[in-house]
């Protein structure tokens, strides 16, 4: 474009985009003469996501009890800034301005996860009203604001008494899950139609009890820990048949897993082809054995002496039918090529310049929104998908004009939808979306310094302030397509 000619359609949008009014305009302009073709299924549920420690705070109040997180975050070093999540954003008490903020983007859905020792603060034994009344309190008002609630049960905030009864390693704490589960999908299931089981299993038990960098920080040796995950993965079938035994009819339940997602290094049917065995292989642990209610061949022989130890109905819980897998979908795994060797992919090295986002396990890769769900459909043809989790860290900045310029997370998100869309284009099921996170929360390790909300808080007053990936959401969902 030379100097002196008129401003293009671009030009003017991307001056437009400092200015919501203008935004809006533009996009009005854009809809009425270039019909979107990236639009998604009629009636997708557009959402946001957070779970319990992340961001409820108020750790000591009404009866609550201590969770391994609470320990965990105590422990010199663990956490990298040396906080917790004792008030985080404190949205258990402002859970209503969080819930207008949802209702201001448009959003159609909410997940959030149910604090186990809020409802049972040892773990089992007598569940504790005030606790659960919480969430009464939380779905009523999203009920209230058009918004449907989806709940995960269990996102890592273990009761501390149970792990120091062996956690995860205890067979009887999938019992105990199960019973909670139950206990949770009686009270809410007249308001909540649909339950994620228990939040990556494959996060959870590898890096808290494999290599300890999450609670509660234990490294253990590989027969104990194919054990622990053999009784994560026995909890969410367990949880699924409570959740069926106790909760109303028509209650929905699956997992919310953040399954090991190989890609083709490029399309040709014989990669393609590679990625989805690599895929299943990588899996097994995990949703594989929870699809096809055993464990693949080789994860079995890999094992050898360390194999999981159970008795004969246990793969049949395992494999409870579920009603929807959830699948949370950040970052790539391995690129593959086919091969003729067994085991009939080869796993390719990253090369070091390979681009990341703000956190360095965050490799780029848009299309892994593609084959993730895509291979979730042809591997274990499951009625609905979704994508319970997506979203990218930035190194946010509040701006001496009071908006925080997050175009990095615009760039994720668009570029990851668009892979989405191609998705639901070719008829892969997936049905709602959850974008990971509402709010600037507790990141775990990484403490407060990572942020990977769509709203920015201070942590010192807990002022919100939308950034501009909100405003870029709000528009998605208004459009129902990328924006
Ligand atoms: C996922 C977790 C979620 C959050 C995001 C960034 O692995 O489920 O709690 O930490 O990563």
Same mark, same amino acid.
């Given at each position: ?51 319990? +420690? ?5 750790? #000591? ?24 999540? %004792? ?84 067979? %009887?704490? $999938? ?18 139609? #649909? ?46 048949? $409570? ?42 642990? +995990? ?18 002496? %360390? ?15 579920? %009603? ?6 950040? $970052?790539?795994?391995? +690129? ?35 084959? $993730? ?99 870029? +959401? ?10």
């Amino acid at each position: 474009m030379t100097k002196s000619a008129p401003p293009t359609r671009r030009g003017f949008i991307a001056a437009a985009a400092l200015s919501p009014l203008i935004a809006t305009e533009a996009a009005a302009q854009l809809r009425a003469d270039e019909p979107s073709d990236l639009s998604f299924p009629k009636g997708f549920r557009w959402g946001t996501a957070t779970s319990a +420690y992340q961001v409820e705070g108020a750790t #000591n109040v009404d009866g609550r009890g201590p969770s391994i997180w609470d320990t965990f975050c105590r422990e010199p070093g663990r956490i990298r800034d040396g906080s917790n999540g %004792d008030v985080s954003v404190d949205h258990y008490h402002r859970y209503k301005e969080d819930v207008a903020l949802m209702k201001s983007l448009g959003a159609k859905t909410y997940r959030f996860s149910i604090a186990w020792p809020r409802v049972f603060p040892a773990g089992r034994g007598k569940l504790n009203p005030d606790g659960l009344a919480f969430y009464d309190r939380l779905v009523d008002e999203l009920l209230a604001n058009g918004i449907e609630p989806f709940a995960t049960l269990y996102h890592w905030d273990l009761p501390q008494a149970l792990q120091d009864k062996g956690g995860w390693e205890r067979r %009887d704490t $999938a019992l105990d899950f199960a019973d909670y589960a139950g206990a949770v999908a009686a009270k809410l299931s007249d308001r909540v139609n #649909n339950f994620f089981t228990l939040n990556e299993m494959l996060s959870f038990v590898e890096h808290g009890y494999g290599i300890g960098i999450f609670a509660p920080g234990l490294k253990l040796p590989p027969g104990r820990l194919a054990q622990a995950r053999h009784h994560a993965v026995l909890a969410h079938g367990l949880g699924v048949q $409570a959740i069926r035994a106790r909760g109303r009819a028509g209650t929905k339940v699956g997992p919310a897993e953040n399954l090991t997602v190989a890609l083709p290094a490029f399309e040709i049917p014989a990669h393609v082809q590679a990625a989805e065995l690599a895929t299943r292989e990588l899996n097994a642990a +995990y949703l594989t054995v929870m699809m096809e209610g055993r464990y693949t061949d080789a994860y079995l022989a890999g094992l050898g002496a %360390d194999a999981p130890k159970f008795g004969d109905g246990d793969l049949k819980i395992i494999a409870s039918p579920v %009603d929807f897998v959830g699948i949370n979908v950040y $970052a790539p795994g391995p +690129y593959v090529l086919s091969s003729e060797a067994a085991p009939g992919y080869e796993v390719l090295k990253w090369p070091k310049s390979y681009p990341h986002m703000a956190s360095t396990w965050l490799r780029l890769a848009p299309e892994v929104l593609y084959w $993730a769900p895509r291979h979730v459909a042809r591997l274990w043809k499951p009625k609905d998908i979704y994508i319970s989790e997506n979203g990218t860290s930035s190194k946010d900045k509040l701006d001496k004009d009071g908006r925080v310029y997050d175009l990095d997370r615009l760039m994720y998100l668009r570029n990851c939808l668009t892979q989405l869309h191609r998705a639901t284009q070719e008829g892969v099921p997936v049905r709602g979306y959850f974008l990971w996170s509402l709010l600037d929360n507790f990141e775990w390790a990484d403490g407060y310094a990572t942020r990977f909300g769509l709203i920015h808080v201070d942590y010192a007053t807990q002022k919100r302030r939308p950034k501009l990936s909100a405003a870029f +959401y709000k528009e998605v969902i208004a459009r129902n397509a990328p924006a």
